[in-house]
């Protein structure tokens, strides 16, 4: 059977102390060291993602809701998801995005339209925490991680209008 100093021995290798060198195969302390260098090295901001414009013409789009799919393959954090759209200064606009990770719809994401009233003639919407593009201010912080497949379907329409144009874009942290 063990003693106490051969248990205190075993805790001491496992844990370690906050000067052991940055390992993965090491202590606990090691491994958290070395996590610095696997987010500077592994984990990389993947460019945005943008898809060409739903509607760039000069007929009304009126209130009919169109939408565009952005999709990815591969592992990583989807960041934000927004809009940017030209157009009226006078109109108000619904949006929404709903997301679909490895094949799983994320439930009640983007089931409501968020509304805004634009103050000019172009704007960039970014999405809420439930998938509502309605905030002007500042970028969301989303964090939905994914391990192979990502797929986000933003919709859009205006209450009336004559041409103009919106473009869905991701933000996406990839490994």
């Given at each position: 059977m063990f003693g106490s100093e051969e248990i205190l021995a075993?805790?001491?290798?496992?844990v370690g102390v906050r000067t052991d060198a940055a390992d993965?195969?090491?202590?606990l302390h090691a491994k958290i060291g070395n996590l610095k260098e696997v987010l500077q090295n592994y984990i990389k901001n993947y460019t945005i993602m943008q898809l060409s414009t739903?509607?760039?013409?000069?007929s009304s789009w009126g209130s009919t809701e169109q939408s565009v799919t952005i999709s990815y393959n591969g592992t990583g954090i989807l960041q934000n998801i927004y809009i940017q759209a030209s157009g009226?200064?006078?109109w108000t606009s619904r949006c929404r995005a709903t997301v679909t990770i490895d094949g799983m719809a994320l439930p009640a994401f983007g089931?409501?339209?968020g509304s805004v009233a634009w103050g000019a003639s172009d704007v960039i919407l970014?999405?809420?925490s439930m998938g509502k593009l309605n905030v002007i201010d500042s970028r969301a912080n989303l964090a939905i991680p994914f391990r192979s497949s990502l797929s986000v379907t933003i919709y859009f329409s205006v209450s009336s209008g004559g041409g103009g144009s919106m473009v869905g874009k991701l933000e996406i942290y990839r490994y």
């Open positions: 075993f805790i001491r290798r496992q993965p195969a090491g202590s739903i509607s760039s013409n000069t009226s200064s006078s089931s409501v339209n970014f999405a809420d």
